[in-house]
């Protein structure tokens, strides 16, 4: 898809974008989301700019980077974006283009973003599609809002989940981390990238106004702070996932252990049912009590059994002798 905006009385307004008619590009700003092939060719034809400099932010896997050709800039740079999944959001990012030219800019992308969305709300102060470094320095900017924003809403997810995990605990939820866990990856890496291309743009500013250069210094500001909230964030979902591992499985030892003590305690009339089944002369054979006194040996025996069972597991860091030992309770 192809859109053209260009600024009139400090508003962005929408162009028909036919180019067949001579159209005059110059101070206007072309956006390309997820374009085809015959588009591409349109642009390329229309503003001379080299295909490969259109086509680097189609690639979700391509790195942050600047690339100059022929006088045309390319800044490629990652754009925070939501996964709608079944019955809650992930994050992720993708590449955003900006291809700067003597004329127009140019910005690509593969799907519709919050970022862009930004800038035709009327959000970006001062925008300006005749000033295309400062035009460059907003949408770095509000990138990196958006990033703090998504930020925030992670760590209120997170929150939200946790809070459902102390009821029960569920894969459910868990996974739920485990992709939130995931986005802060993307996101720290993305940051990163972008922290590099936002430093090779500050060294390559010359001659700023004041708002340009207020305006970097901010675009600066934010992307420190998003990588340093990401990094905090990381620590404390990695941190949070470590413990509910750690929950997991102490009930699952404390599971296994209730159970091991019921089996024990389960074998002795078992053993005992075993001794008194033999085809051999055995002890109250024929004898019309003989089975209740065995039912009742094999019941006291295991109660003695569960009895020091449970208190060795009370007691187990504490000697013999106290193990054997028993209290009165204190009035």
């Known amino acids: ?51 490969d400099l259109l086509k680097a932010a189609l690639d979700e896997e391509e790195r942050a980077r600047i690339e100059i050709d022929d006088g045309d800039s390319l800044i490629l740079f990652d754009i925070p974006i939501i996964e709608e999944e079944e019955d809650y959001y992930s994050y992720s990012t993708m590449p955003l283009g900006v291809v700067l030219t003597k004329s127009t800019i140019i910005t690509v992308c593969l799907r519709e973003n919050s970022v862009i969305h930004s800038l035709l709300a009327g959000r970006a102060k001062g925008l300006d599609t005749s000033k295309k470094e400062f035009f460059l320095y907003q949408l770095l900017y509000y990138t990196h809002v958006k990033y703090l924003q998504y930020l925030r809403q992670i760590d209120r997810s997170s929150q939200r989940i946790q809070t459902e995990l102390h009821r029960a605990t569920k894969n459910k939820e868990l996974i739920q981390l485990l992709d939130l866990e995931k986005s802060l990856v993307y996101f720290s890496t993305s940051l990163r990238g972008n922290g590099v291309v936002i430093e090779k743009v500050t060294k390559m500013a010359k001659k700023l106004d004041e708002d340009s250069e207020e305006l970097l210094e901010d675009v600066v500001i934010e992307n420190r702070q998003a990588i340093d909230m990401c990094k905090n964030y990381q620590d404390i979902l990695a941190s949070t996932m470590s413990t509910y591992a750690s929950v997991i499985s102490n009930n699952q030892n404390s599971i296994m252990k209730t159970l091991t003590i019921m089996t024990v305690i389960i074998s002795v009339p078992t053993l005992f049912a075993s001794f008194w089944g033999m085809n051999t002369g055995v002890p109250f054979e024929g004898k019309s009590y003989g089975f209740w006194i065995v039912v009742a040996i094999s019941t006291v025996i295991s109660a003695v059994v569960g009895y020091f069972i449970t208190r060795y597991n009370n007691y187990k860091n504490a000697g013999w002798k106290e193990m054997f030992t028993f209290r009165r309770k204190k009035k």
Do not use: A, C, Y
Not at 21 to 36: F, Q, V, Y
């Open 1 to 51: 898809m192809i859109q053209l905006f260009q600024t009139e009385k400090k508003r962005i307004v929408e162009k028909s974008p036919e180019f067949g008619g001579g159209l005059n590009i110059k101070d206007k700003w072309i956006h390309l989301e997820n374009p085809t092939d015959r588009e591409i060719e349109l642009i390329e034809r229309v503003t001379g700019v080299n295909e």
